[in-house]
């Protein structure tokens, strides 16, 4: 399964990321991929879009997104998640301090490009 991929929508180029349902230890090894990923881009102000519906954190995840995040910014303009309920929307909102940008906790992809798409 291809986790990293583009879609064009609205005029715009995103970055979709699936990290939908992995275990935490899956989760934790996507992840970096994900940083190596972004960062051999050698892009700036990408709209990603990452999507962790259906995969459950622990402790060692969580630590693996913040590293993701904080190791990203430099080439992430702005970006939207995916599957952040229930106490993944507390976790979200702890992660959202941490890595000081601009994201948003979204239901959709649908709902994602249209609050990246904004000015």
């Known amino acids: 399964m291809e986790r990293f991929r583009w879609i064009e929508a609205k005029?715009?180029?995103?970055?979709?990321?699936?990290?939908?349902?992995?275990?935490?230890?899956?989760?934790?090894k996507e992840v970096?991929?994900?940083?190596?990923?972004?960062?051999?881009?050698?892009?700036?102000?990408?709209?990603?879009?990452?999507?962790?519906?259906?995969?459950?954190?622990?402790?060692k995840s969580f630590a693996a997104v913040k590293r993701f995040g904080n190791e990203t910014n430099a080439y992430v303009?702005?970006?939207?998640?995916?599957?952040?309920?229930?106490i993944k929307r507390f976790s979200f909102r702890i992660y959202k301090i941490f890595i000081k940008r601009d994201i948003e906790a979204v239901d959709s992809i649908e709902e994602a490009i249209e609050w990246l798409s904004r000015d």
């Open 77 to 86: 303009k702005r970006s939207a998640t995916i599957g952040a309920k229930g």
């Open 11 to 28: 005029g715009n180029k995103f970055l979709y990321i699936d990290f939908s349902n992995l275990k935490p230890d899956e989760l934790v």
């Open 32 to 59: 970096e991929k994900g940083i190596e990923f972004i960062k051999g881009l050698g892009e700036k102000e990408i709209l990603m879009i990452s999507d962790t519906s259906n995969s459950p954190t622990n402790p």
